[in-house]
């Protein structure tokens, strides 16, 4: 799409008149209608009010010019998995599981190549092209070669210690000892709470991302464990074999 249909399409379906949404960017409706027209486009500042107003990037809104790639993992970036600043502002240089609401998720390029490993062999890759390609491509993307830079001299990864020792010390029956969570998206995870009824309310916002793992049982059996955690909760459930009969066994708020 055009970069002109793209702004009325969002302007339209955000149910915004253009003197409506010219008072919410500082511009004249003049400068509104100029963009649906196709004359001018909006200016860099005006750019960034529109992205976090739509809640969209800035090359969504220029028409996907360019095809944006994760400058942490190299996955290539669509706008459903855009990761976002503490405000809501969408962050075009990562996807939301190696920047979460303003973190950095990974300080260890090896941590990160065991996640991806995984998922790349599923789109083909033997365990050990997957390996080398990270191994090259890695060093190449911009979190890391500005790492000294861009960390936060491990205050993340002392959260995820944090989080770790809280959840082994629950001490839930059956489930082994955690030593990793990943970033995990909402979306991506489907779990809801059931009520009585049979009605079940979604947990997760699809837009925010959490902390998790999933763990097989320690001594056999056909139940498994799923750990969720942030900043304000640490949820754990079991389910059985791909997925079934799901069961909350602990909600804590911290």
Not at 81 to 101: F, H, L, Q, V
Not at 186 to 207: E, W
Request: aromatic fraction near 10%; hydrophobic fraction near 35%.
């Amino acid at each position: 799409m055009e970069p002109k249909d793209v702004l009325l399409e969002l302007r339209t379906r955000n149910g915004l008149s253009q003197d409506e949404l010219a008072e919410k960017v500082f511009v004249t409706r003049q400068a509104v209608s100029r963009w649906e027209n196709g004359e001018t486009v909006p200016g860099t500042e005006t750019l960034k009010l529109l992205s976090k107003l739509y809640g969209v990037s800035i090359n969504t809104l220029l028409g996907s010019p360019r095809q944006l790639f994760c400058q942490c993992c190299g996955m290539p970036l669509e706008e459903e998995i855009i990761s976002r600043e503490k405000d809501g502002t969408p962050n075009e240089e990562y996807c939301k599981w190696c920047y979460a609401d303003g973190t950095y998720t990974y300080s260890d390029m090896d941590d990160l190549i065991r996640v991806c490993v995984p998922h790349m062999m599923q789109e083909g890759f033997t365990e050990e092209q997957a390996r080398e390609f990270m191994k090259k491509r890695l060093p190449e993307l911009d979190y890391w070669k500005r790492y000294e830079e861009l960390s936060d001299d491990g205050q993340f990864e002392a959260f995820k210690r944090q989080l770790i020792a809280e959840i082994n010390a629950l001490g839930i029956e059956g489930m082994p000892k955690l030593d990793k969570l990943n970033a995990l998206v909402g979306s991506y995870v489907n779990l809801a709470y059931p009520l009585p009824g049979g009605a079940a309310v979604k947990f997760l916002d699809d837009r925010k991302t959490y902390l998790g793992n999933q763990l097989e049982p320690e001594f056999g059996g056909d139940r498994c464990f799923g750990v969720l955690a942030n900043m304000d909760f640490i949820l754990v459930c079991t389910y059985g074999e791909g997925g079934a009969d799901p069961e909350l066994v602990l909600y804590k708020k911290r």
